[in-house]
């Protein structure tokens, strides 16, 4: 059974920072690309970044470049988001996503929320 589990979420301050993990099980974690999404209430799931397989590609939505950044640690097969800068704008529940060709499996998600 294939599992996603995202950790590290909370209240933040704005200026300050977080760093979101997403450990996955029953999954080959290396035959997979990654992503994170978020998604604000009253408003659709958005992409925020996504890695490769082996780490050597990064792709990060324009609203979080410069701020976010994604890696992933394929010995612990977990994923990483750290975020600095956070803007009131980035509340949202993050979800860790994992994809073959499309976005296969997802997590529950954690819950950011950044005060003004």
């Known amino acids: 059974q294939v599992q996603l589990v995202e950790s590290g979420g909370g209240l933040v301050q704005a200026g300050g920072s977080l760093r979101l993990s997403c450990a996955a099980s029953?999954?080959?974690?290396?035959?997979?690309?990654m992503g994170w999404f978020r998604q604000a209430p009253g408003k659709e799931r958005e992409f925020v970044a996504s890695i490769n397989w082996i780490g050597t590609n990064t792709y990060h939505a324009d609203s979080v470049k410069g701020r976010f950044t994604i890696s992933r640690d394929n010995a612990k097969n977990t994923v990483y988001l750290q975020m600095n800068s956070l803007k009131p704008e980035d509340t949202a529940l993050y979800y860790c996503?994992?994809?073959?060709?499309?976005?296969?499996?997802w997590g529950q998600g954690t819950q950011v929320t950044v005060s003004s």
């Open positions: 996503a994992a994809a073959r060709t499309q976005w296969d499996y």
């Open positions: 029953g999954l080959p974690f290396t035959n997979y690309d």
